[in-house]
């Protein structure tokens, strides 16, 4: 059982005093974790991580979920160390920059033009901005029922954590329920006349789209002159290594990529339609848009890892992603099948789309009780995201883990005792208006 976090503990102290929240991302913040938990990695291979302790974790949070293949992938590596050889950042576009955005323009069936940058927000900050300028138009209806879009204003605004953002920026976007097609029907009924310049969803986050969904989604935009953007920072290459756009078949004006693209290596994309895209460029006589312009966003060497991850992804008719998809199911079976044998299956259960599953506890307090217990087992599972390393020990140590955490998360709900079983505070949502 694992229960030094002596050094971790010093550098939680450090990394709360220098940096705000403790951490460079709030989902790796303390209030994230429980009080007995890591605070600080220091390597990971395959689907296991070391912390300054020494202690030994298997990992389903991978990079938050941008880890696909798995840490410090060999392959991946290989061309990354090679690349490095050549220099990263020049006066002039690398070569790579159009060989990779020819490669994600043949892979994404949205894709005829590319736009890179570093992070997410990055990507789906452009498309609103790019939207906005191709319509004239200001309003953002983003989907309620998912959970994140961007460190910026325009989405920020319309969260429980807005101070800073101004009133006319909360004012831009609004929202809509996802998979409730008269919902958004409705929400654009209300808003059109104030003009409404995009819609913008995961085609499939939390759950799939019911049969039909999609496409009316994309048809109703159509008939109303808005732009349609498929935030695919998560689901892209996760879900399917051309995007949840090509499993479920429905084509966005404009979308946008990262996280599982390049394994971990900081890159994203914007992509779309070339009428809408070429307005960040200059072969066109309209107002310019000041699209993406970032000092790193043609790092060479993340380009290569974005390069080899898609090219190992497309092996063998997609056979990483069908095994991640079976790795993420045997998970969430056999979670619930132990929730449901010791009788607290309305108190845990693990729900979701296979390759992206996720917990549900009835309260923060059996939350963090249980991920205490994990940790205590060797597995840090705030959330499950599978990867390809995670293998038969990984999967085997996790139920193992599961059996033993459940059956006391269990004891503590019939005799009452979670709070008392629990050292520190709770696990906090992310988006709350005070601390």
Request: aromatic share 10%; with cysteine.
């Amino acid at each position: 059982m694992i229960s030094n976090f002596d050094k971790s503990n010093i550098l939680r102290k450090k990394a709360s005093f220098l940096i705000p929240g403790g951490a460079h991302t709030y989902s790796k913040g303390d209030d994230q974790f429980p009080q007995l938990s890591p605070h600080s990695i220091v390597k990971g291979k395959g689907a296991r991580i070391w912390d300054v302790d020494g202690n030994e974790f298997i990992d389903w949070g991978m990079g938050l979920t941008s880890v696909l293949l798995g840490h410090a992938y060999d392959p991946i590596l290989d061309v990354v160390k090679k690349e490095l050889d050549n220099g990263c950042n020049f006066i002039r576009p690398s070569f790579l920059e159009a060989e990779v955005a020819e490669l994600i323009s043949n892979q994404i069936p949205s894709a005829e033009m590319v736009k890179f940058g570093k992070n997410g927000s990055n990507a789906t900050t452009a498309a609103v901005k790019l939207a906005r300028a191709y319509t004239g138009k200001e309003i953002v209806l983003r989907c309620f029922d998912q959970p994140f879009f961007s460190i910026d204003d325009w989405f920020i605004g319309d969260t429980e954590i807005s101070s800073g953002v101004t009133q006319r920026t909360k004012s831009e976007t609004k929202h809509f329920k996802y998979n409730d097609l008269d919902d958004l029907k409705n929400k654009i009924d209300e808003y059109k006349k104030a003009g409404i310049a995009c819609v913008i969803l995961e085609p499939a986050a939390t759950e799939e789209p019911k049969e039909g969904y999609l496409q009316n989604v994309k048809d109703l935009c159509e008939k109303e002159g808005i732009v349609l953007i498929f935030d695919e920072v998560v689901s892209g290459f996760r879900f399917h290594p051309r995007g949840a756009q090509y499993l479920y078949g429905v084509t966005p004006h404009l979308s946008t990529f990262g996280k599982a693209i390049a394994n971990g290596f900081s890159i994203s994309a914007l992509v779309g339609r070339r009428d809408i895209m070429k307005l960040g460029g200059l072969e066109h006589d309209q107002e310019r848009v000041f699209l993406l312009s970032t000092t790193y966003g043609g790092e060479t060497h993340h380009l290569r890892a974005a390069q080899k991850n898609i090219e190992i992804l497309n092996q063998n008719n997609y056979e990483i992603t069908k095994y991640i998809w079976s790795v993420g199911k045997k998970i969430k079976d056999s979670f619930n099948s132990i929730a449901e044998k010791y009788s607290i299956q309305e108190y845990a259960k693990i729900m979701g789309v296979d390759c992206r599953p996720y917990f549900y506890f009835k309260d923060n307090f059996m939350r963090t009780l249980f991920q205490q217990e994990m940790i205590k087992n060797g597995v840090l599972a705030q959330s499950i995201n599978p990867s390809f390393s995670h293998r038969d020990s990984e999967i085997s140590q996790t139920i193992e883990a599961f059996e033993r955490s459940l059956k006391l998360l269990a004891l503590a709900i019939e005799t009452n005792k979670v709070n008392d079983l629990l050292v520190g505070p709770p696990i906090k949502p992310v988006f709350r208006k005070f601390n």
